[in-house]
């Protein structure tokens, strides 16, 4: 026995001697596991990415140019008034009517060619274009008591404070109306029954010129569930009242049908179904679609429901599926007059809102930053159509009829309240969930808050003195898509908005938080009843990478008072700006005026699906990557481009130049390349979503090919009316185009890849192309090359034109275009490798006239990025030259280095970005600088680098590396700990059998002992 212990003690010891530098270095090394659980919030774009089955179908604004002449269909016909209107219809014959309007002098004709429409007194034309539901289908799912996967409406309700106005007030919608202009309500379902004589309160009709199987789809009953069902639903076959209520349970419902079963319905349509929903008096008209087709000031649709409000109705429309990028607000959400609608998703791990991965961003029609408020429409339940069971579904569709419901009750509430009384309780109610305003605009409705003030705003006591109104955008900050500033040295000017429910003037003013910004305003603003728009220009002074804050707030001229949610935060870590880019999309056909074929005018001669391909718009995600990057964008979609214009910048932008540029503007252009030497950046087709429909690539090759002449570039000429280039046109079984988004995604665009021989991307990917051939000759310039083929063809393609000139050319915008990007497609799905295409593609064109940076990490050259371990300590130096290769002499006062650090949690794949702070490299000589530095912690660390002149003017440079500092073995510290575990519990189960062993062995001795005496 002695024995067996003695061997008991002896494996301890061993076990000990392998156990404990195992453990030893693990709690006295440097690898500070605890440092993986830092924070991150990551950008909206980087963190949602969109599932194209997500995406809905959405039909596209055609050129008027090409398809008012192309063939009959039905259209749109305005006139100035009645007579003309009438003596049209003699003309055209009653016969070729399809439906009047009644509120303006409008009618729709069967099947017209262009060249037999009346013209006398016409004053607007379109084509009678389909629109759609915005919602994402799922099956449906048994509503449970806990519902893990999805929202109740007695929750949504709760979230949005609209159970405590109803239990506070007894508020349930009862004398209002609401209008759903949908697919049509199934009216014999328990959920919409009165309470007190189990009737229902749906009242059903169908819109003229809808042939279509009468039988409602889902998508209209799940709708007018969400704003007005009583709370039975239909559970395992028996009927049960629930607390899951819609918003206003005691509302009637007017249910009129203006989509199909498929959900899709005209314009026209539409228009019929506002004209009669205000004629019945509806205190809330609802709209849960929406379309891309937008015809300038005056639009029909816009006319119709400026009628609808000025009669009493509210107007509520969903914000679109279209996001989450560029300007995917469709219409009619899109309207200014509109209550606007985007939606939410709730994330429980978190216990907040985040936006709906697919919900429309602005801006939106006049510039306004995005919908007006959001609500929850993520995996929502309400009532399904089969048999009135809970159905689970998603969409901007499910958030509308939250706040069409919300707003029933605040009419009930306070029945002589106006539009403008209503509007502005629910904007200044909202909450910031801190998303891009683009997104969220004022922020998620709460009730309470509107309830309360709508009280102040109607009673004759409080009204004239109220102080309740809102701005907007309430936030300027980097997380925006297109309201945002954050490069030193540069002025942007933003349009702001006010929204009041009575006239007043107001004082604004600026509380500067930190120095670094100036805000120029005007010294007052004269605000009307409505929406009030003014500017003012941001203008970041900082000298080196540092946070500004600034609030601006706005008083009243009269009492002095403060308007509490009139305030305008700005805020963000500024960036050294790099270089200034001219992006002009004047000659796209979605942006530019005057496309008509003037015998075919409009209201104001203007035409564009909404969304057009600007810097705001669809190629908003692209700009913010430059943005990003220190890269300065000005967005120019009118006038003409000058020497004047153009002397100002560093590099041009063309954007889908579907009109020609004048001969001086040619002239100009090529003065800019020439003689100035600056690059361009040419994207020649048009988008996935673009004004050319079934010519979506076309190009104007005259323009193009004058610009590019001597280049050794340039784009083939179309042939019979439509590009025989990159690829061929999408085309269904009809021979006609695939006008929808859905199938241009899924069947419309083919695969180009880049090259391995060439140097200006990193990265082989494929990605989605469709547009104009490039030719390239080398006989012309021998600088011409080839990038990127799709098949044979040429697809991207670039030249350099005299020592510091370049010009890259792409066929196919989809490289950048944000719906092109959203909808996800080869490796182009990856943010990261977006953003690298983006900043690789602009860094070439402006390469030759930027200073040069050369870094070395311990005596090695690095590129723009590399790894280290973070425990390492690490002596960093840097080089200048000017472009031309001399030495650039300059002392330590005039360089400033700034590092930005960003941290990573694995665990929740989030980042965070630290405030930069400045760095001081010291001077090895005029031109080397070195800086030794041990990394704090692991993550990103990324320096700039600026250079100012004697004079104090910024020199541009490509001074920017990342530096990665990575734990060793990175991926493999959890089972490196999960191991260390497992080896202390050996090491103390070991210890303690040494110690039971020693002291037995004692024990047993001392007995032994006893024994023998």
Same mark, same amino acid.
């Given at each position: 026995? %002695?024995?067996?212990?003695? +061997?008991?003690?002896?494996?301890?010891? $061993?076990?000990?001697?392998?156990?404990?530098?195992?453990?030893?270095?693990?709690?006295?090394?440097?690898?500070?596991?605890?440092?993986?659980?830092?924070?991150?919030?990551?950008?909206?774009? =980087?963190?949602?990415?969109?599932?194209?089955?997500?995406?809905?179908?959405?039909?596209?604004?055609?050129?008027?140019?090409?398809?008012?002449?192309?063939?009959?269909?039905?259209?749109?016909?305005?006139?100035?008034?009645?007579?003309?209107?009438?003596? %049209?219809?003699?003309?055209?014959?009653?016969?070729?009517?399809?439906?009047?309007?009644?509120?303006?002098?409008?009618?729709?004709?069967?099947?017209?060619?262009?060249?037999?429409?009346?013209?006398?007194?016409?004053?607007?034309?379109?084509?009678?274009?389909?629109?759609?539901?915005?919602?994402?289908?799922?099956?449906?799912?048994?509503?449970?008591?806990?519902?893990?996967?999805?929202?109740?409406?007695?929750?949504?309700?709760?979230?949005?404070?609209?159970?405590?106005?109803?239990?506070?007030?007894?508020?349930?919608?009862?004398?209002?109306?609401?209008?759903?202009?949908?697919?049509?309500?199934?009216?014999?379902?328990?959920?919409?029954?009165? !309470?007190?004589?189990?009737?229902?309160?749906?009242?059903?009709?169908?819109?003229?010129?809808?042939?279509?199987?009468?039988?409602?789809?889902?998508?209209?009953?799940?709708?007018?569930?969400?704003?007005?069902?009583?709370? $039975?639903?239909?559970?395992?076959?028996?009927?049960?009242?629930?607390?899951?209520?819609?918003?206003?349970?005691?509302?009637?419902?007017?249910?009129?049908?203006?989509?199909?079963?498929?959900?899709?319905?005209?314009?026209?349509?539409?228009?019929?179904?506002?004209?009669?929903?205000?004629?019945?008096?509806?205190?809330?008209?609802?709209?849960?679609?929406?379309?891309?087709?937008?015809?300038?000031? @005056?639009?029909?649709?816009?006319?119709?429901?400026?009628?609808?409000?000025?009669?009493?109705?509210?107007?509520?429309?969903?914000?679109?599926?279209?996001?989450?990028?560029?300007?995917?607000?469709?219409?009619?959400?899109?309207?200014?007059?509109?209550?606007?609608?985007?939606?939410?998703?709730?994330?429980?791990?978190?216990?907040?809102?985040? #936006?709906?991965?697919?919900?429309?961003?602005?801006?939106?029609?006049?510039?306004?930053?995005?919908?007006?408020?959001?609500?929850?429409?993520?995996?929502?339940?309400?009532?399904?159509?089969?048999?009135?069971?809970?159905?689970?579904?998603?969409?901007? !569709? #499910?958030?509308?009829?939250?706040?069409?419901?919300?707003?029933?009750?605040?009419?009930?509430?306070?029945?002589?309240?106006?539009?403008?009384?209503?509007?502005?309780?629910?904007?200044? @109610?909202?909450?910031?969930?801190? +998303?891009?305003?683009?997104? #969220?605009?004022?922020?998620?409705?709460?009730?309470?808050?509107?309830?309360?003030?709508?009280?102040?705003?109607?009673?004759?006591?409080?009204?004239?003195?109220?102080?309740?109104?809102?701005?907007?955008?309430?936030?300027?900050?980097?997380?925006?898509?297109?309201?945002?500033?954050?490069?030193?040295?540069?002025?942007?000017?933003?349009?702001?908005?006010?929204? !009041?429910?009575?006239?007043?003037?107001?004082?604004?003013?600026?509380?500067?938080?930190?120095?670094?910004?100036?805000?120029?305003?005007?010294?007052?603003?004269?605000?009307?009843?409505?929406?009030?728009?003014?500017?003012?220009?941001?203008?970041?002074?900082?000298?080196?990478?540092?946070?500004? $804050?600034?609030?601006?707030?706005?008083?009243?001229?009269?009492?002095?008072?403060?308007?509490?949610?009139?305030?305008?935060?700005?805020?963000?870590?500024?960036?050294?700006?790099?270089?200034?880019?001219?992006?002009?999309?004047?000659?796209?056909?979605?942006?530019?005026?005057?496309?008509?074929?003037?015998?075919?005018?409009?209201?104001?001669?203007?035409?564009?699906?909404?969304?057009?391909?600007?810097?705001?718009?669809?190629?908003? /995600?692209?700009?913010?990557?430059?943005?990003?990057?220190?890269?300065?964008?000005?967005?120019?979609?009118?006038?003409?481009?000058?020497?004047?214009?153009?002397?100002?910048?560093?590099?041009?932008?063309? %954007?889908?130049?579907?009109?020609?540029?004048?001969?001086?503007?040619?002239?100009?252009?090529?003065?800019?390349?020439? *003689?100035?030497?600056?690059?361009?950046?040419?994207?020649?087709?048009?988008?996935?979503?673009?004004?050319?429909?079934?010519?979506?690539?076309?190009?104007?090759?005259?323009?193009?090919?004058?610009?590019?002449?001597?280049?050794?570039?340039?784009?083939?000429?179309?042939?019979?009316?439509?590009?025989?280039?990159?690829?061929?046109?999408?085309?269904?079984?009809?021979? *006609?185009?695939?006008?929808?988004?859905?199938?241009?995604?899924?069947?419309?665009?083919?695969?180009?890849?880049?090259?391995?021989?060439?140097?200006?991307?990193?990265?082989?990917?494929?990605?989605? !192309?469709?547009?104009?051939?490039?030719?390239?000759?080398?006989?012309?310039?021998?600088?011409? =090359?080839?990038?990127?083929?799709?098949?044979?063809?040429?697809?991207?393609?670039?030249?350099?034109?005299?020592?510091?000139?370049?010009?890259?050319?792409?066929?196919?915008?989809?490289?950048?275009?944000?719906?092109?990007?959203?909808?996800?497609?080869?490796?182009?799905?990856?943010?990261?490798?977006?953003?690298?295409?983006?900043?690789?593609?602009?860094?070439?064109?402006?390469?030759?006239?930027?200073?040069?940076?050369?870094?070395?990490?311990?005596?090695?050259?690095?590129?723009?990025?590399?790894?280290?371990?973070?425990?390492?300590?690490?002596?960093?130096?840097?080089?200048?030259?000017?472009?031309?290769?001399?030495?650039?002499?300059?002392?330590?006062?005039?360089?400033?280095?700034?590092?930005?650090?960003?941290?990573?949690?694995?665990?929740?794949?989030?980042?965070?970005?630290?405030?930069?702070?400045?760095?001081?490299?010291?001077? /090895?000589?005029?031109?080397?600088?070195?800086?030794?530095?041990?990394?704090?912690?692991?993550?990103?660390?990324?320096?700039?680098? =600026?250079?100012?002149?004697?004079?104090?003017?910024?020199?541009?440079?490509?001074?920017?590396?990342?530096?990665?500092?990575?734990?060793?073995?990175?991926?493999?510290?959890?089972?490196?700990?999960?191991?260390?575990?497992?080896?202390?519990?050996?090491?103390?189960?070991?210890?303690?059998?040494?110690?039971?062993?020693?002291?037995?062995?004692?024990?047993?001795?001392?007995?032994?002992?006893?024994?023998?005496?």
């Amino acid at each position: 026995m %002695a024995s067996s212990k003695r +061997q008991f003690t002896l494996f301890g010891f $061993i076990l000990l001697l392998f156990i404990f530098p195992i453990i030893g270095s693990m709690l006295f090394s440097n690898w500070n596991i605890k440092d993986i659980h830092q924070t991150k919030i990551r950008y909206l774009d =980087e963190e949602n990415q969109v599932d194209v089955n997500q995406i809905q179908d959405a039909k596209i604004k055609v050129n008027p140019d090409t398809e008012l002449t192309s063939g009959p269909r039905d259209r749109i016909l305005w006139y100035e008034n009645e007579f003309y209107r009438q003596k %049209a219809i003699e003309e055209i014959g009653i016969h070729n009517v399809i439906t009047k309007f009644q509120t303006i002098a409008a009618f729709t004709v069967r099947n017209f060619t262009p060249d037999r429409i009346p013209r006398e007194g016409l004053r607007q034309v379109i084509d009678d274009s389909e629109i759609y539901h915005n919602d994402v289908e799922k099956q449906p799912y048994d509503l449970t008591e806990d519902t893990p996967n999805g929202l109740t409406l007695e929750r949504t309700a709760r979230m949005l404070g609209i159970d405590r106005i109803r239990r506070d007030f007894n508020l349930t919608g009862a004398g209002t109306t609401i209008a759903i202009i949908d697919t049509g309500v199934r009216v014999d379902l328990d959920a919409f029954k009165d !309470s007190s004589s189990s009737q229902s309160r749906v009242q059903h009709s169908i819109v003229e010129g809808l042939n279509e199987d009468t039988v409602s789809s889902f998508h209209g009953t799940h709708v007018a569930a969400i704003a007005a069902s009583n709370g $039975i639903y239909n559970v395992d076959g028996d009927f049960k009242l629930s607390s899951s209520t819609g918003m206003a349970p005691g509302a009637n419902i007017l249910s009129i049908q203006v989509l199909n079963a498929a959900g899709f319905g005209r314009i026209s349509w539409v228009m019929l179904g506002i004209e009669e929903a205000a004629a019945a008096g509806a205190d809330v008209i609802t709209l849960s679609l929406s379309s891309q087709l937008y015809n300038g000031t @005056g639009d029909m649709q816009e006319v119709i429901i400026n009628n609808a409000i000025a009669g009493g109705s509210v107007v509520v429309a969903a914000a679109g599926n279209l996001g989450p990028f560029g300007s995917g607000i469709g219409l009619p959400g899109g309207f200014p007059n509109v209550i606007s609608v985007g939606a939410t998703h709730f994330e429980e791990d978190i216990g907040r809102h985040l #936006m709906w991965v697919s919900s429309g961003v602005g801006p939106r029609v006049g510039g306004y930053p995005g919908p007006d408020v959001v609500a929850p429409g993520s995996d929502i339940y309400s009532v399904g159509i089969t048999d009135g069971a809970p159905y689970l579904s998603s969409g901007t !569709s #499910m958030a509308t009829p939250h706040i069409a419901g919300g707003l029933l009750l605040l009419r009930e509430a306070y029945p002589t309240s106006t539009y403008d009384q209503l509007r502005t309780a629910i904007l200044a @109610g909202a909450e910031d969930i801190f +998303q891009p305003v683009e997104a #969220m605009g004022r922020g998620f409705a709460n009730f309470t808050t509107a309830h309360r003030i709508l009280g102040e705003l109607t009673n004759p006591a409080t009204s004239a003195d109220s102080l309740e109104m809102s701005s907007a955008p309430r936030r300027i900050d980097r997380f925006n898509y297109v309201f945002r500033n954050r490069l030193i040295g540069q002025t942007k000017t933003f349009p702001l908005f006010m929204h !009041s429910a009575r006239n007043i003037t107001v004082i604004p003013a600026v509380d500067y938080i930190t120095d670094g910004v100036n805000i120029e305003l005007p010294s007052s603003v004269v605000v009307g009843i409505g929406i009030t728009e003014f500017s003012a220009d941001f203008t970041i002074t900082a000298t080196n990478m540092q946070r500004v $804050i600034a609030v601006i707030y706005f008083r009243d001229s009269l009492t002095g008072n403060l308007l509490p949610n009139a305030n305008i935060t700005f805020g963000d870590d500024v960036l050294i700006s790099r270089s200034r880019i001219l992006f002009d999309s004047s000659k796209d056909f979605d942006v530019s005026t005057s496309i008509f074929d003037p015998g075919v005018p409009t209201l104001d001669g203007s035409t564009t699906y909404f969304g057009a391909h600007s810097a705001t718009g669809q190629f908003a /995600l692209f700009t913010r990557f430059l943005e990003d990057e220190g890269h300065f964008i000005f967005d120019h979609s009118e006038g003409i481009l000058d020497t004047d214009l153009l002397s100002q910048y560093d590099l041009l932008i063309i %954007a889908n130049p579907d009109a020609e540029y004048s001969d001086a503007e040619i002239l100009d252009i090529r003065a800019f390349l020439e *003689q100035d030497g600056k690059s361009l950046f040419l994207i020649a087709g048009g988008g996935l979503v673009s004004a050319e429909s079934i010519h979506y690539s076309d190009v104007n090759e005259h323009t193009v090919n004058a610009i590019l002449a001597g280049s050794g570039l340039s784009v083939i000429e179309n042939q019979n009316n439509g590009a025989d280039g990159a690829i061929t046109l999408c085309e269904d079984e009809d021979g *006609q185009s695939k006008d929808d988004i859905f199938l241009r995604a899924t069947d419309c665009w083919n695969t180009a890849q880049t090259l391995r021989n060439q140097e200006l991307f990193e990265p082989l990917v494929e990605f989605p !192309s469709y547009g104009p051939e490039i030719r390239v000759d080398k006989s012309i310039n021998q600088n011409a =090359e080839s990038i990127a083929h799709q098949e044979s063809k040429t697809v991207i393609a670039r030249s350099e034109v005299g020592e510091s000139s370049r010009i890259l050319v792409f066929s196919s915008p989809l490289m950048f275009d944000s719906f092109g990007f959203s909808f996800g497609y080869g490796t182009l799905d990856d943010v990261d490798l977006h953003r690298q295409m983006s900043t690789e593609a602009i860094d070439w064109l402006l390469e030759p006239r930027a200073m040069k940076v050369a870094y070395r990490i311990d005596g090695k050259s690095v590129d723009k990025q590399i790894n280290v371990n973070f425990n390492e300590t690490l002596r960093i130096t840097f080089t200048t030259q000017k472009p031309d290769g001399t030495k650039l002499t300059y002392s330590s006062d005039h360089l400033n280095v700034t590092l930005r650090q960003t941290l990573y949690n694995r665990s929740i794949d989030r980042f965070i970005e630290i405030a930069p702070f400045p760095v001081k490299f010291l001077a /090895l000589s005029e031109s080397e600088f070195v800086y030794e530095f041990k990394f704090p912690k692991f993550g990103d660390y990324e320096f700039f680098i =600026e250079i100012v002149d004697p004079d104090g003017e910024f020199i541009q440079s490509n001074g920017y590396l990342k530096i990665t500092a990575d734990l060793t073995h990175f991926d493999s510290q959890g089972n490196l700990r999960s191991l260390g575990f497992y080896l202390f519990f050996a090491f103390f189960v070991s210890w303690v059998i040494f110690l039971y062993n020693e002291g037995g062995r004692e024990l047993f001795l001392k007995r032994e002992m006893e024994e023998k005496v």
